[in-house]
């Protein structure tokens, strides 16, 4: 009876504690996995380094992007290209040279709505991805997670991508994307970035 009614206690005991014990917090990877499956939309402003076999180009960006399919890239420097705006409304894409003042427009199959110098698509390519990596890195004196992804086939041969996330803020510090060789073909270096913002009504519509 005596055993009984330790073993009853104990167990009261146990369950007690078990109780009291806190849920362990998220680690910084569900975090940072969490936030970008919530993103519906982002703006930011990037350094975008395209790297040929021949020179190396720096522009300064702003982009603009919906997971529903819109986006906006324009152009901020240098000065030969100040100004150059690419827009897509979700169906037709529109491209505008100010020095030219002439526009270009076409339309994209649902099947081929894909721009890879853009994070939305980055979380596609991650979540399509098998065997994927994930580790973490020091980059400008703070913790990141880098995720890996495939991209799929494509016109520019490009292979695979990495993105840096900052463990603390959640955001986008680095996007690299790799030829199929390996060799780092666009790094996009983000300065500031805001996920979910409010998009003025006509940001992505197409201009007359």
């Known amino acids: 009876m005596k055993r009984m009614l330790l073993y009853g206690i104990v167990s009261a005991l146990l369950l007690a504690f078990s109780g009291c014990q806190k849920a362990e917090p998220p680690s910084a990877m569900e975090q940072i996995q ?3 499956l919530q993103m519906d939309g982002y703006s930011c402003i990037a350094t975008l380094t395209r790297t040929s076999n021949k020179s190396e180009n720096v522009y300064e960006t702003k982009q603009d992007f919906k997971t529903t399919g819109e986006y906006r890239l324009e152009l901020l420097s240098p000065d030969t290209v100040k100004g150059n705006l690419t827009i897509c409304d979700g169906k037709t894409v529109c491209q505008y040279n100010p020095r030219l003042s ?10 081929a709505q894909r721009n890879e110098l ?5 979380i ?8 994927v ?9 703070s913790r990141c997670t880098v995720l890996e992804a495939v991209i799929p086939k494509n016109s520019d041969a490009l292979a695979s991508e990495k993105l840096w996330v900052d463990n603390e803020t959640l955001l986008p510090v680095r996007l690299i994307l790799y030829d199929k060789d390996g060799i780092e073909r666009y790094r996009l270096d983000y300065s500031e970035f805001t996920y979910n913002p409010d998009f003025p009504e006509n940001l992505f519509t197409l201009p007359e």
Do not use: C, H
């Open 124 to 131: 596609k390519n991650y979540m399509q991805s098998e065997g």
């Open 102 to 111: 002439e526009q270009f427009r076409y339309d994209i199959p649902p099947s």
């Open 133 to 141: 990596g994930v580790e973490t890195a020091a980059l400008d004196e």
């Open 34 to 36: 969490q936030q970008l």
């Open 118 to 122: 853009f994070l939305g698509q980055f």
